[in-house]
């Protein structure tokens, strides 16, 4: 079985600035890793995924990840942000390779706010 | 706007009662997921069908079930409601089977609240 951390439950960050958003994850066998995005009265929209291969992953909107399989985690990470991304923030794990059934593991979601 | 829709988007009902959530996944896709969203369990993998065939099951209460019909919309059915099932159901759909790299379209949800 899988689980995920998300460290963070809030992040407040001004326009313009850097954000982290932190996530470690816990499992006994290789995984595949995601976030998603969540924004006010809408579902959730994939942002990036680790699957193999580079452990810098870039996603949409100017997100990016990485993988570090040591410290089993897959931080979030925009260089600067915008008022659009105010939202709410999921990682999820899931087994890698072969068939999960749509069998994701969310974390327990990062709100990030982004004040001008 | 992922291409799954979801119905209704609110519900209130009492306890005891038995409601129905409707989803039509993308056009072609031939899965169907359901999660749960609530403030105390997070968002919660409920059951996959695939093609009409339940192909996995995850946290989903002996009291809820769902189906999916020929034309690939899926219905979540819960009954005997109590105040712990008030959360947002989403519906997500794929093109494939549930391999693990597929990607996920998630609708907006149905926002269920039972008082």
């Known amino acids: 079985a899988q689980s995920v951390t998300q460290l963070d439950s809030q992040v407040p960050v001004f326009e313009e600035a850097p954000v982290e958003l932190r996530c470690n994850y816990s499992?006994?066998?290789?995984?595949?890793l995601f976030w998603y995005v969540q924004y006010p009265n809408q579902g959730l929209q994939l942002l990036l995924k680790?699957?193999?291969?580079?452990?810098l992953v870039k996603g949409i909107n100017g997100f990016e990840a990485e993988f570090n399989k040591s410290q089993t985690s897959f931080h979030l990470r925009k260089p600067s942000v915008h008022i659009s991304d105010t939202a709410e923030y999921f990682c999820?794990?899931?087994?890698?390779?072969?068939?999960?059934?749509?069998?994701?593991?969310f974390g327990q979601g990062t709100i990030l706010t982004v004040h001008p | 706007d992922s291409g799954v829709t979801q119905t209704p988007k609110h519900l209130i009902t009492a306890t005891g009662q038995r409601v129905t959530l409707r989803c039509s996944p993308r056009s072609g896709d031939l899965s169907v997921y359901w999660y749960q969203q609530s403030l105390d369990q997070g968002l919660q993998f409920l059951i996959h069908?695939?093609?009409?065939?339940?192909?996995a099951k995850g946290n989903i209460l002996e009291r809820f079930s769902a189906q999916q019909f020929p034309d690939l919309h899926s219905e979540l059915n819960l009954s005997s409601l109590e105040l712990g099932d008030s959360a947002l159901y989403f519906c997500a759909s794929s093109v494939g089977g549930g391999a693990s790299n597929e990607k996920l379209f998630f609708g907006s949800g149905t926002q269920l609240s039972v008082l």
């Open positions: 999820a794990v899931t087994r890698g390779g072969g068939t999960s059934y749509g069998k994701l593991t």
């Open positions: 499992s006994s066998v290789s995984v595949y």
């Open positions: 680790y699957l193999s291969g580079s452990t």
């Open positions: 069908y695939y093609n009409g065939e339940e192909r």
